[in-house]
T-cell receptor, first 115, second 114 residues
Framework: GNSVTQMEGPVTLSEEAFLTINCTYT??????LFWYVQYPGEGLQLLLK?????DKGSNKGFEATYRKETTSFHLEKGSVQVSDSAVYFC??????????????FGSGTQLTVLP | DAGVTQSPTHLIKTRGQHVTLRCSPI?????VSWYQQVLGQGPQFIFQ???????GRGNFPDRFSARQFPNYSSELNVNALLLGDSALYLC?????????????FGSGTQLSVL
C-alpha cells in the first residue's frame, strides 16, 4: 500500500534560517506528490505539488523536487519567516488507485519560527 | 466566494451516540471528500463523493456513512460513537474529483467523544 514518512518534529528555527523537512514515500503506482500547510484553527492549504519525476514544485519561497530514485520529496525554504509557523504535511495521490481522489498524508511536522 | 464550510465547528458527544457532520463545497464543485485527523497525525481518507455517487471509501468501519445531496453538499454520519472517533473531521471539495485537481479544505469539525 501507499505510505508517506515525514521527519519527526517539532522543528524550531530562528527567522531567516534555512528550512528542510524530509519526506519519503512508498507507492505502488505513479504518484503525484504534495505539500500541504495547516495554520492554527484552519483547514489544510495546498502549498505546492509535483506530478512526475524530476518536477520541482514551488510557491511562496518553498520548493520541493520529486526524486523517484530516492522516493523523496523534501520541502526547503531558504529564509523562513515567523509567519511560516504552521504544521506541514507531505502527501501523495496515486494515479493507479482507481477513480477515487484519495490523498495519503504523512504525520505532519510542526514548524515554529522565532523572531 | 465562500470557501468550503463545515458545521458545526465543535461537537461533544458520549459513547454510543450518533453524530451528523455537514459540509458545503465551494460553488461549482461537484466532488466532496471526508478525512479524519486524529491529534498529532495526518488526515486519513474516509469517503469521496461525486455527483451524489460514492467514488471511494477508506479503511473505516461501517459505522461511518456519508451521502451527497443534489446541491452537492454532504453529510458524514457516524453511529455508535467510540472514544477513538474523537478527531478533527475535514471536508474537501474539488471541481470533478480527479487525481491531480486541487483540493480545497474546510476548517473542520472538532468532535470529542466522552
Amino acid at each position: 500500500g501507499n505510505s508517506v514518512t515525514q521527519m519527526e518534529g517539532p522543528v524550531t528555527l530562528s527567522e531567516e534560517a534555512f528550512l528542510t523537512i524530509n519526506c519519503t514515500y512508498t507507492a505502488t503506482g505513479y504518484p503525484s506528490l504534495f505539500w500541504y500547510v495547516q495554520y492554527p484553527g484552519e483547514g489544510l492549504q495546498l502549498l505546492l505539488k509535483a506530478t512526475k519525476a524530476d518536477d520541482k514544485g514551488s510557491n511562496k519561497g518553498f520548493e520541493a523536487t520529486y526524486r523517484k530514485e530516492t522516493t523523496s520529496f523534501h520541502l526547503e525554504k531558504g529564509s523562513v519567516q515567523v509567519s511560516d509557523s504552521a504544521v506541514y504535511f507531505c502527501a501523495l495521490s496515486d494515479l493507479r488507485t482507481g477513480s477515487a481522489r484519495q490523498l495519503t498524508f504523512g504525520s505532519g511536522t510542526q514548524l515554529t519560527v522565532l523572531p | 466566494d465562500a470557501g468550503v464550510t463545515q458545521s458545526p465547528t465543535h461537537l461533544i458527544k458520549t459513547r454510543g451516540q450518533h453524530v451528523t457532520l455537514r459540509c458545503s463545497p465551494i460553488s461549482g464543485h461537484k466532488s466532496v471528500s471526508w478525512y479524519q485527523q486524529v491529534l498529532g497525525q495526518g488526515p486519513q481518507f474516509i469517503f469521496q463523493y461525486y455527483e451524489k455517487e460514492e467514488r471511494g471509501r477508506g479503511n473505516f468501519p461501517d459505522r461511518f456513512s456519508a451521502r451527497q445531496f443534489p446541491n452537492y453538499s454532504s453529510e458524514l454520519n457516524v453511529n455508535a460513537l467510540l472514544l477513538g472517533d474523537s478527531a478533527l473531521y475535514l471536508c474537501a471539495s474539488s471541481l470533478e474529483g480527479f487525481t491531480n485537481e486541487k483540493l480545497f479544505f474546510g476548517s473542520g469539525t472538532q468532535l470529542s467523544v466522552l
